[in-house]
């Protein structure tokens, strides 16, 4: 088919990331397609991550393979190392990558956890629970002062995560990120939620949980992260932190539906932890990669 690639300005620059864009159009003009390229920094400078999209009456006449042509040209021309990609198990994009050199390196288990079914008490029970030498701080939106290195520091707690094959890099977290990232959320009109565990000998930040929950209050908030800093593992605090953000949600936020996680498949730990408190398995999500 006749087709035109048009490159885009987007508008969704984030402080440590930027984003390219191409629309796909017929001979009549008409949209048939979009790719976004996102090109990190921080640590992550190797890597795109790559979004495409074709209409389902468009597939299978070559308009997949023009946008993807189009943005791994553009990963080279930003020396970029690998381009990764998702697609839903079962799905278009799951024949698609692999037909086009990325192989599958990461399977994400998606699970949710229905508000109007959590037991108030047993989870009270699990936050109740000693946890000698520790104590639980939260805050909204961006991080107190008081607290702006330590949370920066305590960031690394993600920087071992399970992570299969892929090749992620390290994220390089600041006090400057960190308030950059809060500000992100804020200013989409969404409401960022932090709950972290605190060392009580020396004040510090041993591990965080975040979420985020709509502007509205309804729907479904979504887990950013949850990490303990490995000499800190083993006290269950991840549990402990996870726990607080539940019952904080569903307490301030009664027309909320649910709370979203996603985890590796071999991230074991994390998804034990989610089971636990009663997260349901929802959907799987293959990560291909293409090593340029």
Known sequence: MSLRITPLTDPAHGAHSRRLAWLACDADANPVGTAFLRLF??????????????????????????????????????????????AGAGSPGEHFLPAHSFRKVLTLRFARLPLADVDATA??????????????????????????????????????????????????????????????????????????????????????????????????AQHYGTGVLPEHRGHGLGRWMKAEAIQQAHGHYPDLGGLLTDTADSNTHMRHISDSLGYLPTHTTLQYQLDL
């Open 123 to 220: 989870l009270a029970e699990v936050i109740e629970r000693p946890h000698p030498g520790y104590r639980l701080a939260s805050w909204q939106g961006t991080v107190p002062d008081d607290l702006a290195q330590t949370f920066a520091a305590s960031r690394r707690a993600m920087d071992d995560m399970p992570m299969e094959d892929t090749d992620h890099g390290t994220t390089a977290w600041d006090v400057d990120r960190v308030r950059a990232a809060a500000k992100a959320v804020e200013q989409r009109g969404d409401h960022l939620h932090t709950v972290v565990a605190i060392d009580t000998s020396n004040g510090s930040i041993t591990g965080f949980t975040e979420l985020v929950v709509p502007g509205g209050g309804t729907g479904d």
């Open 41 to 86: 920094d921080g640590g992550q400078e190797h890597l795109a991550e790559l979004t495409l999209h074709v209409h389902p009456v468009e597939r299978r006449k070559g308009v997949g393979s023009r946008l993807l042509d189009t943005a791994v040209a553009a990963a080279r021309e930003n020396t970029r190392r690998c381009v990764v990609a998702q």
